[in-house]
């Protein structure tokens, strides 16, 4: 058994060009769909990201009967089940949520795993080395996260910086290694498109994004009943997708690999999302 499993978080299906949507540019995703099955009928029991992971490893619901929290130890991870039985499980990762309270109890369940830090507000460089934010877009998260997200990139010179690029650069290192041996299970995950939309202008640039420090591109949780946000709502769209061709563009360098090893003919593939 060869299996790969690629999951971008937050990654709406209106926004990609195999289902339908005709201003977004994601011709990797379109070249995956000639080569598999696509699920219409594909949901999430439990939206939030670590609720989520849990339903991943054990096929149960976990709401309405668990809240945010950790695999429990009455709990059967399918990804431990491979483990136990000769399968090598190995996951790439940016999502912090795993080492944080709650999360924690997820990775030991791999044979051995690799992350990488900076995504969102993950509390790695000290706060007070970040600039100040500047963005006072009404739309926008503020807080902590915020300013935890500033101090990250500071260590982001370039793209290759990213920990989504990361992330992804790490699984095909795993591939290239791995290519002819058997029994492994490579879980590849990127917190992209996650927000907050943190891309690399040359995407941005494919959508005209505006340039101004007040782009929209960290939504809070909230309900807009009104049409004062229109604007700054469609430019809120377009910094999503330049994150999603940004992830189009590294599912690409995947499926590079998959077909200069002629893997597909041995190797299931499974590219999904959480919520």
């Keep these: 058994m060869r299996a790969i499993m690629i999951m971008f978080d937050?990654?709406?299906?209106?926004?990609?060009?195999n289902f339908g949507n005709e201003w977004i540019k994601t011709p990797n995703f379109q070249r995956l769909q000639k080569k598999m099955i696509t699920f219409d009928n594909f949901y999430g029991g439990s939206l939030p990201c670590i609720p989520a992971r849990r339903e991943l490893h054990t096929g149960m619901y976990n709401f309405p009967f668990g809240s945010w929290g950790p695999l429990e130890v009455f709990d059967q991870s399918a990804i431990e089940k491979l483990k136990n039985n000769g399968v090598y499980a190995h996951i790439v990762t940016d999502h912090s949520h795993y080492w944080e309270d709650g999360g924690a109890t997820y990775l030991p369940r791999y044979s051995s795993w690799e992350g990488f830090r900076g995504q969102e507000g993950d509390r790695w460089i000290p706060r007070m080395e970040g600039e100040v934010n500047q963005n006072k877009n009404a739309l926008n998260k503020k807080g902590v996260s915020v300013e935890q997200h500033m101090a990250n990139i500071t260590r982001i010179h370039d793209e290759k910086d990213i920990s989504g690029v990361q992330t992804i650069n790490a699984g095909i290192d795993f591939l290239e290694k791995n290519r002819n041996k058997k029994d492994w299970f490579l879980q590849i995950e990127s917190f992209d498109p996650h927000e907050p939309f943190y891309v690399p202008d040359k995407y941005r640039q494919i959508y005209d994004c505006i340039k101004s420090e007040d782009?929209?591109?960290?939504?809070?949780?909230?309900?807009?009943?009104?049409?004062?946000?229109?604007?700054?709502?469609?430019?809120l769209k377009k910094e999503?997708?330049?994150?999603?061709?940004?992830?189009?563009?590294?599912?690409?360098?995947?499926?590079d690999v998959l077909d200069q090893n002629d893997m597909w003919k041995d190797t299931l593939v499974i590219v999904n999302t959480d919520h």
């Design 10 to 17: 937050t990654l709406s299906k209106r926004f990609l060009s």
């Design 215 to 235: 782009i929209p591109y960290w939504p809070t949780y909230q309900k807009l009943v009104d049409d004062r946000f229109k604007d700054d709502i469609e430019d």
């Design 240 to 255: 999503y997708a330049a994150l999603i061709t940004m992830c189009d563009h590294y599912l690409g360098k995947i499926l």
